[in-house]
């Protein structure tokens, strides 16, 4: 049987457990590009204001069979669109990311959209060619979470 993923408008009672999520030293090497202190709790709750109160960014919050398991996020970045998203990492291998994340791309209308990933983080590059996108370049640029400048693929999704 498959897990019933669901994606829906982020709720005050989310924000402990993104919190939470934020605070795994394994996942925050893995994203590489976080919170310069992702215990900081009021840069935390300024954060998630204004994403929630942005109307040019789309938040969602992501619960499998009824449990928050992360989120996923459309923002814009000057005239793009780019995605993000953070899955917890007991949750991880699942599946979870992929689905979430192709859930989001079918309620924005807009193409292409974009993405950035760790040249290393190979599961968020997995994750993102699965849902179609393809490498458009590299960058690099700070990552707070490793604490030094991080080489990055660029991605697009145009379908």
Known sequence: MTAELRLRPVRDDDL???YRHQLDPEAIRMA???ADDPADRRAFADHW?????????????VTVDGQVVGHVLAFP???QTEVSYWIDRRHWGQGYATRALGSLLR??????VHARAAKDNLGSLA????CGFVIRGEDHAYAA?????VEEYVLELNA
């Open 16 to 18: 402990p457990e993104f």
């Open 32 to 34: 590489a590009f976080t």
């Open 49 to 61: 204001r204004r994403v929630r109160t942005d109307p040019g960014i789309v938040s969602r919050t």
């Open 77 to 79: 970045v000057g005239e």
């Open 107 to 112: 309620e924005l209308p807009q193409r292409p």
């Open 127 to 130: 994750v993102l060619r699965k």
């Open 145 to 149: 979470g490793r604490g030094g400048d």
